[in-house]
T-cell receptor, first 114, second 112 residues
Framework: DTGVSQDPRHKITKRGQNVTFRCDPI?????LYWYRQTLGQGPEFLTY????????KSRLLSDRFSAERPKGSFSTLEIQRTEQGDSAMYLC????????????FGSGTRLTVV | GENVEQHPSTLSVQEGDSAVIKCTYS??????FPWYKQELGKRPQLIID?????GEKKDQRIAVTLNKTAKHFSLHITETQPEDSAVYFC???????????FGKGTHLIIQP
């Protein structure tokens, strides 16, 4: 286990299509986070899981976005009816005891909506 | 919600000189302030952090200072080296939340 894995690395989709991304955290980390990063900006918090429970959701997470972590291990982030404004890097991070222990980020999934 | 402002957006310094990046935050309940470094095409990595009950923290060539009254915190890098070139993000955690609010980043360029 060498770190946080995200799949796919790149995704190009047509506007209106649904997309799903996967994140595999470090195995002993029970906390998992999704962030979105656009060019020239810092990461923006989307949502957070502790084990399988989704504990925080940002206002940025519209009804078109849904995240799951069914068994408290990997997580998926789905975007329905994609829009051009959804184009961004989607970063996953995990932590063993919360944000004050520091995040380990994955390499991200770059989404391009055309 | 929390708002984090970061300055400057770009900072160019001569190798060996010091670099200072400043951030302000809006939520007085914020209690944890990390700094992340992101090299081109790579993932953000935590380089140093500070909690609200501490005024300063050092780790070799990097240090962070926090002024709770003024609601600002700064990253100081001394004896800069070419490998310090990257984008640096400050962030703040509000109260008991586990999500972070990040600044927009500072692109640090080390001139040889």
């Amino acid at each position: 286990d060498t770190g946080v894995s995200q799949d796919p690395r790149h995704k190009i989709t047509k506007r209106g299509q649904n997309v799903t991304f996967r994140c595999d955290p470090i195995s002993e980390h029970n906390r998992l986070y999704w962030y979105r990063q656009t060019l020239g900006q810092g990461p923006e918090f989307l949502t957070y899981f502790q084990n399988e429970a989704q504990l925080e959701k940002s206002r940025l997470l519209s009804d078109r976005f849904s995240a799951e972590r069914p068994k408290g291990s990997f997580s998926t982030l789905e975007i329905q009816r994609t829009e051009q404004g959804d184009s961004a890097m989607y970063l996953c991070a995990s932590s063993s005891r919360g944000v004050t222990n520091g995040y380990t980020f994955g390499s991200g999934t770059r989404l391009t909506v055309v | 919600g929390e708002n984090v402002e970061q300055h400057p957006s770009t900072l160019s310094v001569q190798e060996g000189d010091s670099a200072v990046i400043k951030c302000t935050y809006s939520d007085s309940a914020s209690n944890y302030f990390p700094w992340y470094k992101q090299e081109l095409g790579k993932r953000p990595q935590l380089i140093i952090d500070i909690r609200s009950n501490v005024g300063e923290k050092k780790d070799q060539r990097i240090a962070v200072t926090l002024n709770k009254t003024a609601k600002h915190f700064s990253l100081h890098i001394t004896e800069t080296q070419p490998e310090d070139s990257a984008v640096y993000f400050c962030a703040a955690r509000s109260g008991g939340a586990d999500g972070l609010t990040f600044g927009k980043g500072t692109h640090l360029i080390i001139q040889p």
